[in-house]
């Protein structure tokens, strides 16, 4: 081991200006206003206004299924000449189901708010994905039944002589077949809002 | 200005501040490493897990459609009213029931790749966001058959005497049987493919 001297000149302000070029190592990102922040702010605004356009959706799909009652000014020997959507286990289904939902989407809309102010936050994100799901197969699960008992409804089936009674209460059809349609739009909103909370909890 | 002079006695050899400057970048790579490898086993856990899920969500749409294309039943005698015969083409519903959950079977299988692919890289994420759009679609189509399929088997089972819906289990109890376990499957399988997006979306949030 070879020891070596060597001259350095060490100039008198040299200390400071070392001092003022600080390591690069310790510069903390500033989340609050990166590029993915924005992003993820845009994608929480955009499930906000998804999930007022949901609450309409589902009121509007239990309240019209609600009040589908038709009273018909004549009747037969055979078929009630009421018809309301308590006559139809399926549809008392749809109602609660539906109003759960429609309850359900107003409960959620803080978080979406708290996922708006912390767009970085995936805790909320998480969250509302799992519930979201959820609520979504209970939607759908609604709407479907709904809709296999109105197709009974309207077109009956020969096998089992079950007589379409759309024939002869042709409001309550209208409205309930309505309500349906109202229920598959909703679940059309819950599948955007979960692929959101997806794409949002990626891009992290 | 005052310039000052010192002498630094240089005792090692240059190659060895080489390196110590060195320890300071590696030490942060192997952190980062480290980092990476404990949210690849986590993330690699949950793959697996996924793939598992997978396997036993195609067993079980595979059972439902099948159970409910041979659910047929003829009756030795016959009524002046009922038809004596019974099988799923008499119903509009339990048609799609069977069509859907056998097109869900299909993507399951198609799907498997995928899931792989997560095993193989854990941290992707392209991967999961597929598999987790998919689902969620594919999620609403079985969860669309299987209730509109409950909806029949309740009527079939209860009917309905204020629209005169006379429940046809009476007669044809083994069709009734059929019609209800393929339903029940169908279900199970919707259990599954919720807990699947759940897991896709939990192994998307750790990065």
Request: with cysteine; hydrophobic share 55%.
């Amino acid at each position: 081991m070879k020891n070596e001297s060597t001259f350095i000149d060490v100039p008198a302000e040299s200390s400071s200006a070392m001092k003022g070029k600080a390591p690069l190592i310790g510069v903390a990102k500033d989340h609050t206003t990166s590029g993915s922040g924005g992003y993820n702010r845009g994608l929480s605004i955009f499930d906000f206004l998804l999930r007022l356009a949901a609450i309409v959706a589902a009121s509007v799909a239990a309240g019209t299924m609600f009040t589908s009652d038709e009273t018909l000014p004549f009747f037969t020997q055979f078929l009630q000449f009421e018809a309301g959507y308590d006559d139809l286990p399926t549809f008392q289904f749809f109602v609660i189901a539906m109003s759960m939902v429609a309850g359900y989407i107003v409960l959620s809309l803080p978080i979406s708010v708290v996922t708006i102010v912390r767009p970085l936050a995936a805790a909320p994100r998480l969250l509302l994905l799992v519930l979201d799901t959820a609520i979504m197969g209970l939607t759908m699960a609604a709407a479907s039944s709904a809709a296999a008992i109105s197709y009974v409804a309207h077109n009956g089936n020969q096998n089992t002589n079950w007589l379409p009674i759309c024939q002869q209460f042709g409001d309550f059809c209208q409205k309930t077949s309505g309500a349906v349609v109202s229920s598959f739009v909703a679940v059309v909103f819950f599948m955007i809002l979960v692929v959101l909370s997806g794409v949002a909890l990626k891009r992290h | 200005m005052a310039k000052e002079s010192t002498t630094i006695e240089v005792g090692e050899p240059s190659t060895m501040t080489k390196s110590t400057s060195h320890v300071v970048v590696d030490e942060k790579k192997k952190m980062g490493f480290v980092v990476a490898t404990a949210g690849g086993g986590y993330k690699r856990g949950l793959a697996i897990f996924d793939f598992l899920l997978r396997l036993a969500a195609i067993v079980t749409t595979i059972t439902a459609s099948s159970v409910m294309y041979t659910a047929e039943e003829t009756l030795p005698f016959f009524t002046q009213f009922l038809q004596f015969q019974a099988g799923y083409d008499d119903f509009a519903t339990f048609q799609f029931f069977v069509i859907a959950i056998a097109m869900v079977a299909s993507y399951l299988v198609l799907s498997l790749p995928f899931s792989i692919v997560t095993i193989i890289r854990p941290l992707a994420a392209a991967p999961r966001l597929i598999l987790l759009v998919s689902d969620t679609v594919v999620v609403t189509l079985t969860t669309s058959a299987a209730a509109a399929a409950t909806a029949i088997v309740y009527l079939a089972h209860n009917g309905n005497p204020n629209t005169n819906w006379l429940p046809i289990c009476q007669q044809f109890g083994d069709f009734c049987q059929a019609v209800s376990s393929a339903v029940v499957a169908a279900s199970i399988a919707v259990v599954f493919f919720i807990v699947l997006i759940v897991i896709s979306a939990i192994a998307l949030k750790r990065h």
